[in-house]
């Protein structure tokens, strides 16, 4: 069975980044108080949170490019894959556990309380918010660590791979719900690794346009 990485952590160099750090970590406790051990659950109500990031961020940037008539550079089909691809983070999930009434009622007041937030976020400094993306997807890479520690270590039972799960990721008929996890957990870097790039060259372009 192979090692489970540590995830990787982006340093906060400038306010902007640590602010977008501490309400992460912020939110990060949160989440722990309410879904402690409960993986499967706390990944169903964070889904739907974490869709809502790609599609706010692709709306925002193709309205921008119509607007300033040049190309996206790729940006809004990017955006939209990440909102798709945790969509189905969601639906897999679903398969595994059915969200408990309160939390139904979570998922409805969370996600009305983000988008807002986000949007107007992204409106202000997009580049912050791709940073705070960067920072939530570190902490998703930590959660399905440990979902992935819980479920090698016996803590939790593991299990057939939903059939959504093999046909989307193309898994084996053996597949189980550690390989789903670990799937999960490789898109979860990417979208990482893509929003802080995103960050950073917002950053880059930001200092080449004052001559720096």
């Known amino acids: 069975m192979s090692a489970v990485p540590s995830p990787s952590h982006h340093p906060a160099f400038d306010l902007p980044d640590r602010l977008a750090l501490g309400a992460t970590r ?3 406790w949160c989440a722990d108080r309410v879904f402690a051990g409960r993986y499967a659950h706390r990944a169903v109500v964070l889904e739907t949170v974490a869709a809502v990031p790609g599609m706010v961020g692709a709306t925002l940037q193709h309205l921008r490019a119509l607007r300033q008539l040049r ?3 790729g940006w809004v089909a990017r955006l939209q894959e990440e909102a798709a691809n945790e969509r189905m983070h969601l639906m897999t999930f679903l398969a595994v556990a059915r969200p408990t ?3 139904r009622g979570l998922i409805r007041v969370v996600q009305g309380l983000f988008f807002n937030a986000y949007f107007l976020l992204y409106l202000l400094s997009p580049r912050s918010a791709h940073r705070m993306v960067g920072y939530f997807e570190e902490e998703a890479v930590r959660s399905y660590t440990l979902y992935l520690r819980a479920l090698d270590s016996g803590c939790l039972q593991d299990g057939p791979a939903p059939a959504i799960a093999r046909a989307y ?3 084996g008929d053996g597949a189980t719900l550690r390989d789903v996890v670990r799937a999960v957990r490789a898109d979860e870097i990417g979208h990482r690794d893509a929003n802080h790039a995103f960050a ?4 880059a372009h930001r200092f080449a346009a004052q001559g720096r």
């Open 26 to 28: 912020a939110l990060r």
């Open 71 to 73: 190309d996206d550079a």
């Open 101 to 103: 009434l309160l939390e």
């Open 169 to 171: 990721w193309r898994l």
């Open 200 to 203: 950073d060259a917002l950053v």
